[in-house]
């Protein structure tokens, strides 16, 4: 398992259409090793889908762009604009739902968790929950 954070400098070179658009993902990739694998896959999928389209999706007025890459509420947010079709939200709607279910530190089969001393969800799987995170469910949210 890759325990290295994603750069945002090695996705570029690694997927340049992904990441043509200037200004994509401002904030670097905010996430943890966990999840890197569900990234480079969605990635590689959306990589082959902008090459093989480059008039519907790079060289057209609202061009596709990445504009974040993060986990808000325990779980991956991949955010796109510009020109986006079915298939690519089909993808990436995939690969949100998927990090459900995947440890974001070890890449583990994970559940959602929340934080014992207040309310930062996290997905974990008991190893890395530690004894800092409890698994969450709904009826704790007040
Ligand atoms: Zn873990």
New binding site residues.
């Given amino acids: 398992m890759e325990k290295h954070t994603l750069v945002l400098e090695d996705l570029e070179k690694q997927y340049p259409l992904c990441f043509k658009h200037k200004g994509c993902c401002m904030y670097g990739v905010e996430i943890q090793p ?1 999840w890197n694998k569900i990234i480079h896959v969605l990635l590689g999928r959306l990589e082959d889908h902008l090459a093989a389209n480059p008039e519907k999706f790079i060289d057209c007025e609202f061009p596709f762009r990445i504009d974040q890459i993060k986990e808000k509420f325990g779980t991956l947010r991949f955010y796109v604009s510009g020109e986006v079709d079915e298939t690519m939200w089909d993808w990436i709607n995939y690969a949100e739902d998927q990090s459900a279910n995947v ?1 974001e ?2 890449a ?1 089969r ?1 559940v959602v968790h929340v934080s014992k001393g207040g309310f930062w969800l996290k997905t ?2 008991s ?2 929950a530690k004894d800092e995170y409890i698994p969450y469910n709904r009826n704790m949210m007040p």
Avoid: Q
Wanted: charged share 20%; net charge neutral.
């Fill in positions: 966990g440890c530190v070890c583990k994970g974990l799987c190893e890395c």
